[in-house]
């Protein structure tokens, strides 16, 4: 049962367009909302991330937004630049003492230039 | 230069035989974990470990073991390895764990079982 969806599955965005990459969750007891980057090749690595008692967190051209009454969170890439071009995974974490990480299924984002 | 190191980072071996895949951390890092990525599924959690001697199961331990004598190290061991443990296996690190812990992951170990 996935417990985190994300879609789209694959995305292409013209150079200096707006990427948008949407999760939604189902558990409420998540606390903790981060986004990874994975180029071919290597290991995710975190991008942003946000709690769920702001509804927005900016860090350059990459944004999240939080609707908690909605369960879902997104990120959007401003100015989409080719080098974005990558997997990005959403995440959530589970509050118990273990504080696993469940992540989405990733989206594919190609930025043509 | 901080790292998370994973060995070997390409393996084709067969059904049945036992394998092993390394994994060590410079940063002195408490939490370790093991996933594995497949296509439409995202990373799967293997087991974890909250320090030394301390390990747990993940979502899919089946067909896995772990174990941690020291505290950089985190071998993942198959085995007997089987056909649906065709997958990409990352190590991962953590100062501890808790929201707001960066996790660093290696660069992945590709793994065939024919």
């Known amino acids: 049962q996935q417990q985190v969806k994300q879609s789209p599955q694959s995305l292409i965005v013209q150079k200096g367009g707006i990427s948008i990459i949407n999760c939604a969750y189902e558990n409420t007891a998540f606390d903790y909302f981060p986004w990874y980057q994975q180029f071919p090749g290597k290991g995710p690595a975190l991008l942003i991330a946000i709690r769920p008692d702001v509804s927005e967190k900016k860090e350059g051209r990459f944004t999240i937004s939080f609707n908690k009454s909605a369960k879902q969170f997104s990120l959007h890439i401003m100015d989409s630049q080719p080098g974005d071009s990558a997997t990005y995974f959403c995440a959530v974490v589970v509050m118990d003492s273990n504080y696993q990480l469940i992540w989405g299924a990733g989206t594919k984002l190609i930025i043509k230039p | 230069e901080a790292q998370v190191t994973q060995n070997p980072r390409y393996l084709i071996t067969v059904t049945g035989k036992k394998l092993t895949v390394t994994c060590s951390q410079n940063?002195?890092?408490?939490?370790m974990s093991w996933y594995r990525q497949d296509p439409g599924l995202g990373l799967r959690q293997i087991y974890y470990?909250?320090?030394?001697?301390v390990t747990d199961k993940g979502d899919v331990p089946e067909g896995y073991k772990v174990s941690r004598k020291e505290k950089r190290n985190f071998p993942l061991i198959l085995e007997s390895p089987s056909p649906n443990q065709t997958s990409l296996y990352f190590c991962?690190?953590?100062?501890?764990w808790g929201p707001g812990n960066t996790i660093y992951f290696g660069e992945g170990s590709w793994l065939t079982v024919v």
């Open positions: 470990s909250m320090n030394v001697e």
């Open positions: 991962a690190s953590s100062l501890s």
């Open positions: 940063m002195n890092h408490e939490y």
